[in-house]
């Protein structure tokens, strides 16, 4: 009822001033469940930068994942839409009667796209092995007296500090590795007890992962209650601890966690194949520098940046934006760390004009509860990035109501709208924490900047979707 009669005050303000688009704002803002919160609100005309209604714009908050926005328009700036990242296949020592004496390398380059089931036009790990395996061949190799080495140097792979330990292990906190394969995740299947309550039995992983044990508590929850369990690993550890319930009701029920070594396990999952094919190894696979004489074998680029950042953004891709964090910095002959990519990131969003002073980030994806920065920094952000000649292509990595490649809440808001036809949004959310940001165009031919966060609200986080899509239904009718 609350939100039925929220929704008529706005209705009803057709034709209003901005000043006037202000004190409804502020109405919403005093309403239960708002009053106690943090909320800025940031508008403006993309055009001209013309502020068109502000609530705190400058108050500092927890963006969540609307943080992508940031390296994802800089990745388009500095990269360009058709960058694409190569994988390199080296090998060392000497060929001698089809045997290697020496240690292949597979040199990762921070290609998100590396097998990847979600990007448009990425090789499948199948193809990328099988195109590799032909150019081992290819240069007379039978045999290897030495074995498959994973340099992952070009990054450092560590998560943030700041990052929950019960995020770490599962597929949205993955290591952000130079050589990233299969998205770094893979696919944990349990059988649920035929009643709530019961114990769930561990069956497999897909793909398999021998060296990683399970120390399973997860329980079966009721009937369609969905997935609640969580994957406590730490990178580099070989045992899990698993937590949480799954559903009743199917025979067997998938979860995602993330790989706990992905170069390793790219190293080995090759290794693998290479024997499949007929070439055997004589060492273990490992992890390691290829020496500065190793010599070419095959050199594979991934798919376009345009592809990776329309995941990024309409997925929420935690992974991808950490990984174009560290491309930013590596494209600059910088290591690719989070401090340097942060660096780089700073950089490009003063050239902008966007005040970073009092800005703090911990990561590129949002997923710390450390970063705080001001709605109209993302507004101002959007404001020059529409002047930019790749505007057009990066709006389109955002999200439209109904978007079929669109994840989460968002695809949901607008949809039997207006809004279905003019806006292009972000989202973000975090326990507390709940974000918008995006593009607008209004029915009068406008086009909008605007973003709304709001920090520390105790309504059902549906009625925060309501509430903003009511404004924003409010700007399209009236600006």
């Known amino acids: 009822m609350r939100t039925a009669v929220l929704l008529f005050v706005l209705f009803s303000c057709a034709g209003r001033s901005g000043a006037e688009i202000n004190a409804v704002i502020r109405t919403m803002a005093a309403r239960p469940g708002l009053e106690s919160a943090q909320w800025g609100v940031s508008v403006k005309d993309a055009a001209t930068g ?61 290609d998100p796209s590396l097998g990847s089931q979600l990007v448009k036009d990425a090789r ?48 949205y906190a993955a290591a952000a590795s130079a050589l990233t394969i299969n998205d770094n995740l893979y696919k944990l299947y349990f ?19 021998p060296g990683l044990k399970f120390e399973n508590y997860v329980v079966t929850g009721p009937k369609d209650s969905g997935d609640n369990s969580y994957i406590y690993a730490f ?6 601890v698993l937590r949480g319930s799954v559903p009743a009701g199917p025979d067997e029920f998938a979860v995602k966690g993330a790989l706990p070594d992905p170069a390793l396990f790219a190293a080995q999952s090759f290794s693998v194949y290479l024997a499949s ?24 680029e991934g798919a376009p940046l345009e592809n990776i950042v329309r ?27 989070e401090e340097n990519g942060l660096k780089v990131l700073k950089e490009f969003l003063v050239s902008l004009g966007v005040p970073v002073a009092e800005m703090k980030l911990e990561d590129a994806a949002g997923l ?25 292509a990066f709006r389109d990595t955002l999200v439209f109501p109904s978007d079929p490649e669109a994840s989460g809440h968002v695809r949901r808001m607008g949809r039997d709208t207006y809004l279905a036809e003019g ?9 507390g924490v709940r974000s918008y940001t995006g593009y607008l165009r209004t029915k009068k031919g406008r086009t909008l900047a605007f973003t709304f966060i709001i920090n520390n609200y105790s309504v059902e986080p549906a009625e925060l979707d309501r509430v903003h899509e009511a404004l924003l239904m409010e700007l399209a009718d009236n600006y």
Do not use: H
């Open 50 to 110: 013309a502020e068109v209604a502000a609530y705190n714009p400058g108050k500092n908050l927890v963006p969540a994942s609307i943080l992508k926005i940031f390296v994802t328009a800089a990745a388009f700036d500095r990269l360009g839409p058709g960058y694409r990242v190569k994988t390199g296949v080296y090998y060392d020592g000497r060929i001698a009667d089809g045997v290697l004496n020496g240690n292949l390398y597979i040199v990762g380059g921070g």
């Open 124 to 171: 499948s790990t199948e193809e990328t092995f099988r195109l590799w395996a032909e150019a081992v061949k290819a240069k007379g190799i039978k045999a290897i007296k030495g074995a498959v080495a994973a340099d992952e140097t070009l990054f450092d792979a560590a998560q943030p500090g700041s990052w929950s330990w019960e995020d770490i292990g599962n597929y």
């Open 191 to 209: 059988r649920p007890a035929a009643a709530a309550g019961g114990a769930t039995e561990v069956l497999r992983t897909e793909p398999l992962l």
């Open 235 to 240: 990178p580099g550890q070989n045992t899990a």
């Open 277 to 300: 094919a007929g070439v055997s190894t004589s060492k273990a696979p490992f992890k390691g520098a290829a020496p500065s004489g190793r010599r070419l074998v095959a050199e594979m």
């Open 311 to 337: 995941v990024t953004n309409k997925r929420s891709f935690n992974l991808y934006a950490e990984l174009l964090l560290r491309q930013l910095a590596a494209a600059r002959d910088l290591k690719g760390t």
């Open 368 to 392: 710390s509860k450390n970063d705080m920065v001001q709605a109209e920094n993302f507004t101002d952000l959007l404001c020059a990035v529409s002047k930019k000649k790749y505007y057009e």
């Open 423 to 431: 806006l292009r949004i972000k989202s973000g959310s975090l326990p």
